[in-house]
């Protein structure tokens, strides 16, 4: 497959956009949705199912291996590129790659960090690694700035806004997992979160159950949604039009 994106078009999404927003410096500023690659598994054909939805590609860190290896080359390479090969590195045009050395954050948050877009859509974050897992649902619900979604072999997983309105249908799973302590309000689910606590520690709300489309409005951030991902298209650009935290 032949690679794509010419480097003019690089120079305006790079550098042109690369601008100060809530003191942190943007590598990637788009109007149109996102595409984020990381080093993890990437199932046959996810990149190509991302990229029809969301045609920018950037890739943190090792993930422009993962990019170049199904014939695509992204915009920004951004990370603390301690697992970047040498060969990508090499074919990549200098100014196509961000190095952010710190170490207390992976590479994902320092990726998603750096770009604003309407939405983000995230593959090869999920199914190698447990820590990476659980690190990549942690700056899921970081205040970062970009909504995104993370695409699984069969769900979504993403950070539930103030308010959302899903188009689920019966029988559909939903899961709910508290990263802090939450509560909230539901209409649509087999068992309503109405009056909940959760946490991490206690109560959570995996394997619930629409019957039918299901509204949410958690009291504060931090609770992750899981839903089938066949939502996808549907999902991307109710993400990016409700109020964040």
């Given at each position: 497959m032949q690679l794509i994106v010419?480097?003019?078009?690089?120079?305006?999404?790079?550098?042109?956009?690369c601008r100060n927003v809530g003191g942190r410096a943007l590598i990637v500023d788009q109007i149109e949705p996102v595409t984020l690659v990381?080093?993890?598994a990437v199932a046959p054909g996810d990149l190509e199912l991302a990229l029809s939805l969301a045609p920018f590609l950037v890739a943190a860190d090792s993930g422009a291996d993962r990019a170049i290896a199904a014939g695509f080359e992204p915009r920004a390479v951004i990370g603390d590129l301690d697992s970047l090969s040498n060969v990508v590195r090499n074919q990549?045009?200098?100014?196509?790659?961000f190095e952010v050395a710190e170490q207390d954050s992976t590479d994902f948050h320092k990726a998603l960090r750096h770009i604003k877009a309407p939405v983000v859509l995230a593959v090869g974050f999920l199914g190698e690694r447990v820590d990476h897992q659980l690190a990549g649902f942690n700056t899921l619900?970081?205040?970062?700035g970009s909504p995104c979604i993370l695409l699984g072999e069969h769900e979504l997983i993403f950070h539930i806004p103030r308010q959302i309105n899903l188009p689920t249908r019966a029988g559909?799973?939903?899961?709910?997992f508290p990263m802090g302590a939450?509560?909230?309000?539901?209409t649509g689910?087999?068992?309503p979160l109405d009056g909940v606590q959760m946490s991490p520690m206690g109560l959570i709300g995996t394997s619930n159950e629409a019957t039918g489309p299901v509204s949410l409005t958690p009291n504060g951030p931090g609770l992750l949604g899981i839903i089938p991902r066949h939502h996808l298209p549907q999902l991307m650009p109710l993400i990016s039009r409700s109020l964040s935290w």
């Amino acid at each position: 497959m032949q690679l794509i994106v010419s480097f003019c078009d690089q120079i305006v999404a790079c550098f042109e956009n690369c601008r100060n927003v809530g003191g942190r410096a943007l590598i990637v500023d788009q109007i149109e949705p996102v595409t984020l690659v990381g080093g993890g598994a990437v199932a046959p054909g996810d990149l190509e199912l991302a990229l029809s939805l969301a045609p920018f590609l950037v890739a943190a860190d090792s993930g422009a291996d993962r990019a170049i290896a199904a014939g695509f080359e992204p915009r920004a390479v951004i990370g603390d590129l301690d697992s970047l090969s040498n060969v990508v590195r090499n074919q990549l045009a200098p100014n196509r790659i961000f190095e952010v050395a710190e170490q207390d954050s992976t590479d994902f948050h320092k990726a998603l960090r750096h770009i604003k877009a309407p939405v983000v859509l995230a593959v090869g974050f999920l199914g190698e690694r447990v820590d990476h897992q659980l690190a990549g649902f942690n700056t899921l619900v970081q205040p970062l700035g970009s909504p995104c979604i993370l695409l699984g072999e069969h769900e979504l997983i993403f950070h539930i806004p103030r308010q959302i309105n899903l188009p689920t249908r019966a029988g559909d799973i939903v899961s709910l997992f508290p990263m802090g302590a939450v509560t909230g309000c539901s209409t649509g689910l087999k068992w309503p979160l109405d009056g909940v606590q959760m946490s991490p520690m206690g109560l959570i709300g995996t394997s619930n159950e629409a019957t039918g489309p299901v509204s949410l409005t958690p009291n504060g951030p931090g609770l992750l949604g899981i839903i089938p991902r066949h939502h996808l298209p549907q999902l991307m650009p109710l993400i990016s039009r409700s109020l964040s935290w």
